[in-house]
Every structure is written in structure tokens, then in C-alpha cells.
């Protein structure tokens, strides 16, 4: 979040809902990897991606947890 103003952290994080009658299914995926890797994560949202959650383990190893709308 380096180099971001609050406003643009708060906005990146604002939380989106569907829209009525719009249900779509998910796909899951459950990695671990290094914690401070973000071309890693980048690479991940340019698959569709979206983080949802992460557990440090032990050093800069961490389990990250995404959804994806299935396609």
C-alpha cells in the first residue's frame, strides 16, 4: 500500500455486492507461497483471481486463499 493515499486503499477495498438475481458460480483455489511476492499476486489477478483471504505461516511463507467466477 506504499505510495497509495487513504482514499485509494479505502476505495480498493470497498466491498462489492452482486446485484439482484445475478448468482454465478465460484472456483477456488488454495496456495502457499512467499508472502512478499507481489508480482506473484499480480500474476494471479490477471488470471481473474480475486484474494480473499491469507494466513502467515512462518517466515515470509503465507497460504492465500482466491475466487474466481467459473467461465
Avoid: D, H, I, N
Amino acid at each position: 500500500m506504499a505510495g497509495r493515499s487513504r482514499k485509494e486503499v479505502a476505495v480498493s477495498m470497498k466491498v462489492r455486492s452482486e446485484p439482484q438475481g445475478v448468482r454465478g458460480a465460484w472456483e477456488y483455489l488454495v496456495t502457499t507461497g512467499e508472502a512478499e511476492s507481489p508480482e506473484w499476486l499480480a500474476e494471479r489477478g490477471a488470471e481473474g483471481w480475486e484474494l480473499v483471504a491469507v494466513v502467515r505461516e512462518f517466515g515470509t511463507r503465507a497460504t492465500f486463499y482466491f475466487k474466481r467466477r467459473k467461465l
